[in-house]
């Protein structure tokens, strides 16, 4: 079955360079979802989109930016990088009404 | 504020054994909860989910309880494997304008010794 598939999956960057994280949900899902996540943290909400439209938005900075696509895929930018946004991101893409989120294996950003 | 937390950051269990972990929630008006397991540098992984018009679900092996009398939630794992070795998030489905967030507790390692 078809995965939320998220690029890259490594990254490293340097201060105050700019990232740009790819999400490709499942198929049919209308809803997607970016989570940030720190060593030893839980998964912190940032930002979702319901239909291509910014459904919901949690702690992201202003430096942060996000959107999606007509084909659903969605892009979470990042800019003046910090050594401390230096974390697991993942995507997850579901279907509202409580059926359940299913996430991707995430991108592991490094910032030196 | 929404809050959902887990009560033991680490658990550990002799293999076979069966293995409770906890949450507790703060939302009472969230209609819908699901456990995910996160194994090192992967994405979590859905295991079981449960509505608030249930107080039992059970899957393979697993059984989520629902308590929302003290919004306690907890799972619970049979005949524990050392594949079991994870962090466990339980997280709480919120619905807020119409719009869903779902939102984690703080994880628990679950180590399963052999």
């Known amino acids: 079955a078809a995965g939320v598939i998220q690029s890259p999956r490594h990254l490293i960057k340097e201060k105050r360079e700019t990232a740009t994280l790819k999400c490709y949900p499942i198929p049919r899902h209308d809803t997607v979802y970016w989570y940030q996540q720190g060593p030893g943290q839980d998964p912190q909400f940032l930002i979702s989109f319901y239909e291509k439209m910014q459904s919901d938005k949690g702690s992201i900075p202003d430096r942060f930016s996000a959107q999606q696509f007509s084909d659903y895929h969605s892009e979470l930018n990042m800019s003046s990088l910090e050594l401390g946004d230096s974390a697991l991101y993942f995507c997850?893409?579901?279907?509202?009404?409580?059926?359940?989120?299913?996430f991707g294996s995430g991108t592991r950003l490094t910032v030196v | 504020g929404e809050s959902v937390g887990l009560h033991l950051p680490t658990l550990s269990v002799q293999e076979g054994d069966n293995s409770i972990i906890n949450c507790a929630y703060s939302?009472?008006?969230?209609?819908?909860f699901i456990w995910y397991k996160q194994e090192s540098g992967k994405g979590p992984q859905f295991i079981i989910d449960?509505?608030?018009?249930?107080d039992k679900r059970q899957g393979q092996r697993v059984t989520v309880l629902l308590n929302k009398t003290v919004k306690h939630l907890s799972l619970q794992i049979a005949a524990t494997q050392p594949g079991d070795s994870a962090v466990y998030f339980c997280?709480?489905?919120?619905?807020?304008?119409?719009?869903?967030?779902?939102?984690f507790g703080t994880g628990t390692r679950l180590t399963i010794i052999p």
């Open positions: 997850a893409s579901g279907r509202t009404g409580g059926y359940g989120y299913t």
């Open positions: 449960i509505r608030s018009n249930m």
């Open positions: 997280a709480e489905n919120s619905v807020n304008f119409g719009n869903e967030k779902l939102t």
């Open positions: 939302n009472s008006a969230s209609d819908y």
